[in-house]
């Protein structure tokens, strides 16, 4: 069993990217074990928001392999790739919440879809997933009607609800005040610790990840410049690690 849990949840290996001329990733490597966070960042256009797309089968890469707990993604039919979806949790970057539905229904729509649970079991899940991001109160609500650190929340507990093996967050706290924003990156380190999550966070946020992320990967013309934890990124004497370090001061 412990063998098992060493495994790594998500391999990637050699994903090279092109749109015409313009090579996005170029021979990139990558493997997250089982409970841990990995915070991917860099500078826009340097690939993380296509790295993101090749790990759910929006895009497919030129070259290189993905496995999610040992199932090769990049050459999936629609059918099998919707498998593996639904063992993926996605927190969006503005929550992406319903409007017509309320704070409960959101995180209800899920199970919903893709479980067995009656109506029943379902709100009971959707209130337990609430109540572990501080929003158990707030269940009738709209999304209209509680701020964007709250649709946070909700959204993550919508990411949660079919208990994913792998979760990928697109800057949880982007948009976010200073103290909102600490707020979500500690939430997210106790669900992390919780549930044992396998987590993918895609962020500007380098303060954040500090607290947050096992493990930083920093991405400079689709190869990975850095790899390491916060204390190593800060000894790095890369030029570009430092100008990093000096722009998120």
Not at 46 to 52: A, E, F, I, N, Q
Not at 165 to 177: F, H, I, K, S, V
Not at 202 to 214: C, E, I, M, Q, S
């Amino acid at each position: 069993m412990e063998q098992e849990k060493k495994q790594a949840e998500l391999v990637i290996e050699g994903l090279s990217k092109s749109f015409g001329s313009q090579k996005v990733l170029s021979g990139f490597n990558l493997n997250v074990a089982h409970g841990e966070t990995v915070a991917v960042l860099g500078r826009s256009g340097t690939g993380k928001s296509v790295l993101r797309r090749l790990l759910i089968g929006l895009q497919k890469p030129d070259s290189g392999c993905i496995r999610i707990q040992g199932q090769e993604i990049t050459g999936l039919e629609e059918k099998p790739l919707n498998e593996i979806r639904q063992g993926i949790g996605f927190l969006f970057q503005q929550g992406a919440l319903y409007d017509s539905l309320t704070v409960e229904q959101n995180v209800e729509f899920p199970l919903d879809r893709h479980s067995t649970l009656n109506a029943e079991e379902r709100k009971s899940r959707a209130h337990e997933l609430l109540e572990s991001v501080g929003m158990g109160h707030d269940g009738d609500k709209m999304p209209s009607e509680i701020s964007g650190g709250m649709q946070k929340r909700v959204g993550l507990a919508r990411a949660l609800a079919l208990s994913p093996a792998l979760l990928l967050l697109d800057e949880p706290t982007a948009g976010l005040d200073p103290i909102t924003s600490a707020e979500i990156g500690e939430l997210i380190s106790q669900l992390q610790e919780q549930h044992k999550m396998t987590s993918i966070v895609v962020t500007h946020d380098l303060h954040g990840a500090k607290y947050f992320a096992n493990r930083l990967v920093m991405l400079d013309q689709g190869k990975v410049l850095f790899e390491g934890s916060f204390e190593d990124l800060q000894k790095s004497s890369d030029p570009f690690v430092i100008r990093y370090l000096k722009d998120a001061a």
